[in-house]
């Protein structure tokens, strides 16, 4: 439990003001946050610095290929019930950012932290989690990160024997396999939209058969755990079989599940699902996603998808023929240079819909929509697609650089 004694060695306080420094250095040069340059310099100074600025809080550790930024703010708003918490609300989530992040949080109790699918194992070791959240598992920046199996296996070897609880989808069986070498795991049904990464079993490779929402190997037995806490339309069932509304600002079924994890987190630090569900209703929008912004008489509302299994959620959300949709779509560092995903998305969901294209890869998109027979405009740039919307609502969909290239356009 988070004591005021002050963990912090010689050493590793000069860390931290040296971090602080470089990142304000960072920030007033117009280079972003800093929070990433920050930690790398204090990482530098203090190699151990994350495990030194942990080991006072208890953390939870929030990783997944999609809804993880989402995931930590809902749990980091519910634990606010319980005392002060530290975060990296911005989605810096490798091991710099991480640091430069718990660096701000000398009175924090409790560290809500988001970590990319690589570094968990790594980070988990650092920082001995209370408690970890793993929401799913499913192809993403194809360059850069291993395949799916790759990454549970990681999991999976990086949280044997851990003493953290995990909470984890009972719904998708990459992330099941990769959790059941935990001794204390509570399971969620969260639900799975996308299931085209987990067709084979991930313990055997034998054909997973898939009746209604259940899941099973017909060659090992691995199988759908039963899970203690649920998503059940706009409730979350507790182990308890209490159903506790979910009343969210942010849209669509995607976030109810994400809600659903956060309470069964929220749980394990003592927070009461009411508590935690009336909190998570606090949060609008998550690093400027689900905003509505105006920009040249139009309402833009900006939607991040970054992979197949976002780009499926995010078509749930959009309004209803014939509103606009604009897409936007990178390849830099940050997204992944390699864009095979394209092919993966079904793009006949947008039929009906005019479509405006742009972003550096606008024309590989073009491509794929010329192919799912859709009705499309490439343009230059976003003042062009909108001024081709006629007045009223457009949905913008961007992947991740693509995301930030537009909101420091239309002034988010």
């Not at 819909?353 to 972003?359: A, S």
């Amino acid at each position: 439990m988070a004591g005021n004694s002050d963990p912090l060695t010689p050493r590793a306080k000069i860390a931290v003001t040296a971090g602080k420094a470089v990142a304000a250095a960072s920030r007033a040069a117009g280079r972003g946050s800093g929070s990433v340059i920050g930690g790398r310099v204090a990482l530098k100074l203090d190699p151990d610095l994350l495990a030194r600025l942990a080991q006072n809080l208890d953390v939870v550790l929030v990783s997944a290929t999609n809804g993880k930024t989402t995931t930590t703010r809902l749990i980091a708003e519910a634990l606010r019930a319980a005392g002060p918490v530290v975060s990296n609300a911005l989605g810096a989530n490798m091991p710099a950012g991480i640091t430069s992040a718990l660096a701000g949080g000398s009175e924090a109790r409790y560290g809500v932290i988001e970590v990319d699918e690589k570094y968990l194992a790594g980070v988990a070791r650092d920082t001995d989690p209370k408690c970890i959240a793993l929401l799913n598992l499913s192809r993403d920046q194809l360059d850069r990160a291993a395949e799916t199996r790759m990454l549970a296996e990681n999991w999976r070897e990086g949280l044997a024997g851990s003493k953290a609880v995990v909470v984890a989808n009972a719904d998708d069986p990459l992330v099941v396999w990769a959790a059941s070498s935990s001794p204390n795991v509570v399971w969620v049904a969260a639900g799975q939209m996308w299931k085209d990464d987990a067709w084979s079993c991930p313990s055997c490779g034998g054909v997973m058969q898939r009746p209604g929402d259940d899941w099973f190997c017909g060659e090992c037995g691995f199988r759908r755990p039963q899970p203690s806490w649920a998503l059940s339309g706009d409730h979350v069932l507790d182990p308890h079989g209490s159903a506790w509304p979910i009343r969210l600002q942010l849209p669509g079924r995607a976030n109810k599940a994400n809600a659903a994890s956060s309470a069964a987190v929220a749980a394990v630090f003592g927070v009461p699902p009411q508590v935690a569900l009336e909190r998570m209703y606090q949060v609008q929008a998550v690093a400027g996603r689900y905003d509505v912004v105006q920009f040249m008489d139009r309402d833009l509302r900006l939607l991040l998808a970054k992979n197949p299994a976002g780009w499926l959620e995010t078509f749930s959300l959009i309004d209803p023929a014939p509103a606009p949709v604009i897409l936007s779509v990178n390849a830099r560092g940050a997204d992944g240079t390699d864009t095979s995903w394209l092919w993966d998305v079904d793009y006949t969901r947008l039929t009906g819909h005019p479509i405006f294209v742009v972003g550096d890869r606008k024309l590989d998109l073009a491509v794929r929509l010329e192919v799912a027979n859709q009705h499309f405009q490439v343009c230059d740039n976003v003042d062009q697609a909108v001024q081709l919307c006629p007045p009223g609502r457009i949905e913008v969909i961007a992947n991740y650089t693509a995301f930030q290239d537009l909101r420091r356009r239309v002034g988010n």
